[in-house]
T-cell receptor, first 115, second 109 residues
Framework: DTGVSQNPRHKITKRGQNVTFRCDPISEHNRLYWYRQTLGQGPEFLTYFQNEAQLEKSRLLSDRFSAERPKGSFSTLEIQRTEQGDSAMYLC?????????????FGPGTRLTVL | LAKTTQPISMDSYEGQEVNITCSHNNIATNDYITWYQQFPSQGPRFIIQGYKTKVTNEVASLFIPADRKSSTLSLPRVSLSDTAVYYCLAKTGANNLFFGTGTRLTVIP
């Protein structure tokens, strides 16, 4: 399977703990995105990388959140001092820029539950 | 960012054609209209994208009138496996997508 993969698929943690998620994009894609989705809502944009450069961050991405894409391949999203409000599905997507294109390829997501 | 408005939910019987309309009154000249499908516990999946008139692929058709203030996603002969949430997006090929709450389609046997 050459699609976007995310690990772990599920994470349960206690409030105050740190968690890290990993995303492996489609290999030839130079753009990588993180989204968060809560129940009944559509995905909300968090941040975006082009190669290893983080070019855009949403206001949703508080200072407890940090994302990296060190070699322009896989990416990690870390949440420090988790809060119950961080419970959500965290989605990663990748794309290869085409003129006018909005096609992003999404992974299956990591479901985070903060107790 | 062009705000989109679409029905919250729709029901359809198996085998029928389903049309989901989306309004995007403030769509910009450079904006494309894109539709995504999402099944429970999965990431969204790109269905179709268009700029004007009609686009058809193996999954769906997208109809866009000349004023581009609305668009209609058409799913021919739906099956139970088409039960999902469908998102209409109208945004330039920029860096992030705004999904809204989508239309929850339920296909009934």
């Amino acid at each position: 399977d050459t699609g976007v993969s995310q690990n772990p698929r599920h994470k349960i943690t206690k409030r105050g703990q740190n968690v890290t998620f990993r995303c492996d994009p489609i290999s030839e894609h130079n753009r990588l995105y993180w989204y968060r989705q809560t129940l009944g809502q559509g995905p909300e944009f968090l941040t975006y990388f082009q190669n290893e450069a983080q070019l855009e961050k949403s206001r949703l991405l508080s200072d407890r959140f940090s994302a990296e894409r060190p070699k322009g391949s896989f990416s990690t999203l870390e949440i420090q001092r988790t809060e119950q409000g961080d419970s959500a599905m965290y989605l990663c997507a990748s794309s290869f820029r085409l003129a006018g294109g909005n096609e992003q390829f999404f992974g299956p997501g990591t479901r985070l539950t903060v107790l | 960012l062009a705000k989109t408005t679409q029905p919250i939910s729709m029901d359809s019987y198996e085998g029928q054609e389903v049309n989901i309309t989306c309004s995007h009154n403030n769509i910009a000249t450079n904006d494309y209209i894109t539709w995504y499908q999402q099944f429970p516990s999965q990431g969204p999946r790109f269905i179709i994208q268009g700029y004007k008139t009609k686009v058809t692929n193996e999954v769906a058709s997208l109809f866009i009138p000349a004023d581009r203030k609305s668009s209609t996603l058409s799913l021919p002969r739906v099956s139970l496996s088409d039960t999902a949430v469908y998102y209409c997006l109208a945004k330039t090929g920029a860096n992030n997508l705004f999904f809204g709450t989508g239309t929850r389609l339920t296909v009934i046997p």
